[in-house]
């Protein structure tokens, strides 16, 4: 006698066999073959299907023109820094630097045919160069190196400035540092550190400038740059040699520090410096 199945939505239909049942240990289902008209399906049987293989019954993903959807495959035009080998490029480039004559055709251009044949500018390893020459107090080079750099579009961050203005002040090429110094005041105004205001106040006092001392500290209040204490010492100290007495006791009141750390008996004190403050004012 066959078996029917009543359905709300299909009509009546027979079984073509009966149902099978699998067993095993984490689930049990039932899968049932129903021979069904066309364009028409169980319910039950459609959730089942689904349930354990959610490709049955489901749609593929596809475009308004009806064909199936492509992941876009991206192209990069440059090839990814290689850091591993930056540090033998660096090495190579020293080399290289170092041997040239002091001048400056013949230094661009072997740094130009260094970097010929690269895909992109070598930063690292021009960064790591400039640490090494630094090191060795090369400033000559440091300061070849870094205006080549800045002569192609690279490098230009407070880093690099600090180390060309150190460079400039080993070199007492002074002039060439307050243009430096000029140019970032204009393009970075909001973004200069204070590491680089207390770099430029060094050089001005290495050199007995204390007028330029107290221009680059008016600048250094006006974007609100809190100078550290060795900064403060030598604003102090320019006030002074200018015969400026009132600015510089103002100078100590607003940014003397009123405590400092000693070390006493090998340990680590905190201690007033009122004593500076007195000996100052």
């Known amino acids: 006698m066959p078996i029917t199945v009543e359905s709300s939505i299909v009509p009546q239909v027979h079984l073509s066999r009966t149902c099978l049942t699998k067993l095993d240990n984490r689930r049990a ?6 021979t069904v008209p066309p364009k028409k399906s169980c319910i039950s049987c459609t959730f089942v ?3 354990f293989n959610p490709n049955v019954g489901g749609s593929v993903e596809k475009d308004k023109k009806g064909k199936k959807k492509v992941g876009k495959t991206e192209h990069h035009l440059w090839q990814r820094r290689d850091s591993a080998q930056s540090g033998q490029k660096a090495l ?3 080399r290289t630097i170092c041997e040239l004559p002091n001048e400056k055709e013949a230094v661009y251009g072997a740094l130009n045919k260094w970097t010929a044949w690269e895909t992109e500018f070598p930063l690292i390893a021009v960064a790591k160069a400039l640490n090494i020459l630094r090191k060795r107090g090369q400033w000559v080079r440091v300061i070849q190196l870094a ?3 800045l002569s192609k579009g690279q490098g230009a961050t407070m880093g690099t400035y600090d180390t060309l203005l150190l460079a400039f002040g080993m070199e007492q090429r002074v002039d060439e ?4 110094w000029n140019m970032i005041i204009h393009a970075h105004t909001r973004s200069v550190s204070k590491r680089l205001f207390s ?3 060094s050089l001005y006092d290495h050199h007995d ?3 330029k001392i107290v221009e680059v500290f008016a600048d250094m209040e006006e974007l609100r740059v809190k100078p550290d204490e060795d900064t403060v010492r030598k604003v102090t100290s320019a006030f002074k040699k200018l015969g400026q007495e009132e600015k510089r006791k103002l100078v100590i009141k607003r940014y003397g520090l009123k405590w400092k750390y000693i070390h006493f008996n090998g340990e680590r004190v905190r201690v007033r410096t009122q004593t500076w403050e007195e000996d100052q004012l």
Do not use: H, N
């Open 147 to 149: 205006k080549w750099m």
């Open 49 to 51: 299907k689904s349930k």
């Open 177 to 180: 540092a307050e243009s430096l």
């Open 29 to 34: 289902f039932l899968l049932t073959a129903i």
């Open 209 to 211: 400038l204390p007028d």
């Open 199 to 201: 770099r430029m106040i």
């Open 92 to 94: 190579t480039l020293v």
